[in-house]
């Protein structure tokens, strides 16, 4: 099983940005789907971006044109880079991993992963 460890959370004001880190234990280029997840308190946890094993990326509408996922394949690094960040976009936020492709309809979903990470808080209030 690969291991994920997120970093790179933290609190900003409403408009402000940052960059989430994933690294993964193994090398995932061409093997893994690659993603990162949301919850919020009382909230489900939800698919926010996500890059499929033949590199094709999908984003929730909520992030979509905000929020931009890369991954350095040589560090074995999945980067998601938060711009425009609202309130709404506070949570704990997940790395998520599964051998791929997934397909973009199940790739923004939490249960086509086995592989989590701990994740990070982000938190934006003014």
């Known amino acids: 099983q690969v291991q994920l460890k997120e970093s790179g959370g933290g609190s900003v004001h409403p408009g402000g940005g940052m960059t989430l880190e994933c690294a993964a234990s193994?090398?995932?280029?061409?093997?893994?789907?690659m993603a990162w997840f949301r919850q919020a308190p009382g909230k489900e946890r939800e698919g926010v971006a996500a890059?499929?094993?033949?590199?094709?990326?999908t984003y929730a509408d909520s992030v979509r044109d905000r929020f931009i996922i890369t991954k350095d394949n040589a560090k074995n690094i999945l980067y998601l880079r938060l711009n425009r960040l609202r309130p709404e976009d506070s949570g704990v936020y997940y790395c998520?991993?599964?051998?791929?492709?997934?397909?973009?309809?199940?790739?923004?979903?939490?249960?086509?992963?086995?592989?989590w990470g701990q994740g990070t808080q982000v938190t934006v209030s003014s």
């Open positions: 193994e090398y995932t280029a061409n093997k893994y789907c």
């Open positions: 998520a991993a599964e051998r791929g492709p997934l397909g973009w309809h199940r790739v923004l979903h939490p249960t086509s992963y086995s592989n």
């Open positions: 890059r499929d094993s033949d590199e094709a990326t």
